[in-house]
T-cell receptor
Framework: AQSVTQPDIHITVSEGASLELRCNYS??????LFWYVQSPGQGLQLLLK??????LVQGIKGFEAEFKRSQSSFNLRKPSVHWSDAAEYFC??????????????FGKGTMLLVSP | DGGITQSPKYLFRKEGQNVTLSCEQN?????MYWYRQDPGQGLRLIYY???????QKGDIAEGYSVSREKKESFPLTVTSAQKNPTAFYLC?????????????FGPGTRLLVL
């Protein structure tokens, strides 16, 4: 069974500083990997996804993530954080569609706080 | 505009009562999903459906039921058997066979117990 670990429950970053959110996954085959963001009381918005090809993936709002198969990681990065980036971030892994029913497994999330 | 709508935004349940959460999508997506979100727990899958008139239990299906009579609708019923229903419920949909298997989410329904 697939699983996702987000080791950091909370992270505080100063506005303008760089950001890296960690994500480690467990899955036997080639994974589909996602990062979603959630503002309080809202649904989830897709930031970016990896399914094949270039291991460095660009997303919306200036975010990027790098897939490292050897480390089973898919860390999210942003070079300069804005106060509006404060939210909860979720990493997710999806089963290969060839398996039949396709589902996502989510990590428990990392809450990003941005200080002035 | 295409999207996923969930209603109501807030829902109150009395002891022993069944309540139904609505999820509608006009994206022409084939697959639909229901998740439960509790603080610090991430999202946990309740039920999912790949096609009309077919659905599968997720990790925490006990105390919940669903139906999929129409492609665009996937209502979730929280039954009286669910002893701790207070949570944020999210519906999602996905285009079957879409590359990358991306799920798109609705705005959520918060269920509270009176």
């Amino acid at each position: 069974a697939q699983s996702v670990t987000q080791p950091d429950i909370h992270i505080t970053v100063s506005e303008g500083a760089s950001l890296e959110l960690r994500c480690n996954y467990s899955y036997g085959a080639t994974p589909y990997l996602f990062w979603y963001v959630q503002s309080p009381g809202q649904g989830l918005q897709l930031l970016l996804k990896y399914f094949s090809g270039d291991t460095l993936v660009q997303g919306i709002k200036g975010f990027e993530a790098e897939f490292k198969r050897s480390q089973s990681s898919f860390n999210l990065r942003k070079p300069s954080v804005h106060w509006s980036d404060a939210a909860e971030y979720f990493c997710a892994v999806g089963a290969n569609p060839g398996s039949g029913y396709s589902t996502l497994t989510f990590g428990k999330g990392t809450m990003l706080l941005v200080s002035p | 505009d295409g999207g996923i709508t969930q209603s109501p935004k807030y829902l109150f349940r009395k002891e022993g009562q069944n309540v139904t959460l609505s999820c509608e999508q006009n994206l022409n997506h084939d697959a639909m999903y229901w998740y439960r979100q509790d603080p610090g727990q991430g999202l946990r899958l309740i039920y999912y459906s790949q096609i009309v008139n077919d659905f599968q239990k997720g990790d925490i299906a006990e105390g919940y039921s669903v139906s999929r009579e129409k492609k665009e609708s996937f209502p979730l019923t929280v039954t009286s058997a669910q002893k701790n229903p207070t949570a944020f419920y999210l519906c999602a949909s996905r285009l079957a066979g879409s590359r990358g298997e991306t799920q798109y989410f609705g705005p959520g329904t918060r269920l509270l117990v009176l």
